[in-house]
C-alpha cells in the first residue's frame, strides 16, 4: 500500500541519514520471499531509489 511505502522510505531515509552523519555506506540485501509480489519489489527499488540508496544486492534462496 501507499502507506507502507511511505514508511518504508522515511525508514530508509533515516537509516541513510544515520550512515552518512558518520561517514559510512549503506548496503541493502534484498532476500524475497517467492510468493512476494512483484509490485512490492518495484516499490522498494523505488523507495531505495528516492533515499538514493544504490548499493543493493539480492539474496536468491535462504538466509544462510
Given at each position: 500500500?501507499?502507506?507502507?511505502?511511505?514508511?518504508?522510505?522515511?525508514?530508509l531515509?533515516q537509516?541513510?541519514?544515520?550512515?552518512?552523519?558518520v561517514?559510512?555506506?549503506?548496503?541493502?540485501?534484498?532476500?524475497?520471499?517467492?510468493?512476494?509480489?512483484?509490485?512490492?519489489?518495484?516499490?522498494?527499488?523505488?523507495?531505495?531509489?528516492?533515499?538514493?540508496i544504490?548499493?543493493?544486492?539480492?539474496q536468491?534462496?535462504?538466509?544462510?
Open positions: 500500500t501507499r502507506r507502507s511505502s511511505d514508511l518504508l522510505e522515511a525508514d531515509r537509516m541513510k541519514q544515520a550512515a552518512d552523519n561517514g559510512a555506506s549503506v548496503l541493502v540485501t534484498i532476500n524475497a520471499d517467492e510468493q512476494a509480489k512483484y509490485q512490492r519489489m518495484v516499490d522498494v527499488l523505488d523507495a531505495l531509489n528516492a533515499v538514493k544504490s548499493n543493493v544486492s539480492f536468491v534462496g535462504a538466509p544462510e
